[in-house]
């Protein structure tokens, strides 16, 4: 079982559309959490951090229930160019005081207009 | 905003040759990652290092060693290259700044192993 699941999708949605994407993590360690954005072929590129309670930027809305030890991600009136693949990243205490990126597998965002 | 290097973009090897892949972190980030991401893979965290010191390991072959460089650039060392080493790697950096800890990644190196 990988310690970072999400639904790898694809998601197929219009333009306008509301998406939520699921994350879960078993490490009840992890410090902070992450939402990236990774096109094809492409880095990954930071799209929110996700702390305490979660977090809005614009139409991206990020929740965290430590509890439950779940993540999530929604996007508003999706766009053309949100299509990518949304990775869920956990940041695990590492030796000597480091951190380092847990990655789930992606949720893959297809989004036609 | 500076971001960080990597080079080269593109690297191609045969099997049992060297490679050596470079990374410049974002000026002032103490603290350099690299991860290894294999085709329709997530990335997988290989190695990191503090002020030029390792501070954590992961999935990294022994055939491979990494270290950092007084101007904080690292470099990935890979040797005995195998078909299986072909794949995106990444650098991240980032400030030991506590929980936070962003990391920012650079546009990766893509090995191709034949």
């Known amino acids: 079982r990988k310690e970072v699941e999400q639904d790898p999708g694809p998601f197929n949605v219009p333009e306008g559309a509301t998406v939520a994407f699921n994350c879960t993590y078993s490490?009840?360690?992890?410090?902070?959490f992450f939402w990236y954005r990774q096109d094809c072929r492409k880095e990954p590129k930071l799209l929110m951090s996700v702390y305490s309670s979660g977090n809005e930027d614009g139409r991206f809305t990020a929740q965290l229930n430590r509890a439950s030890q779940y993540i999530s991600l929604l996007i508003r009136d999706s766009k053309l160019s949100d299509s990518a693949t949304y990775l869920c990243v956990v940041n695990n205490p590492g030796e000597d005081s480091s951190y380092k990126l847990i990655f789930g597998s992606g949720t893959r965002l297809l989004v036609r207009p | 905003a500076a971001g960080v290097i990597q080079s080269p973009r593109h690297l191609i090897k045969e099997k049992r040759e060297t490679a050596t892949l470079k990374c410049y972190p974002i000026?002032?980030?103490?603290?350099v990652y690299w991860y290894q991401q294999g085709p329709g893979q997530d990335p997988q965290f290989l190695i990191s290092?503090?002020?030029?010191?390792?501070?954590d390991k992961g999935s990294i072959p022994d055939r491979f060693s990494a270290q950092q460089f007084s101007d904080y650039h690292s470099e990935l060392n890979m040797s005995s290259l195998e078909l299986g080493d072909s794949a995106l790697y990444f650098c991240?950096?980032?400030?030991?700044?506590?929980?936070?800890?962003?990391?920012?990644f650079g546009p990766g190196t893509r090995l191709t192993v034949l």
């Open positions: 490490n009840s360690a992890s410090q902070s």
């Open positions: 000026p002032r980030h103490d603290t």
């Open positions: 290092f503090y002020e030029k010191m390792q501070s």
């Open positions: 991240a950096s980032s400030t030991r700044g506590g929980l936070t800890d962003t990391q920012y």
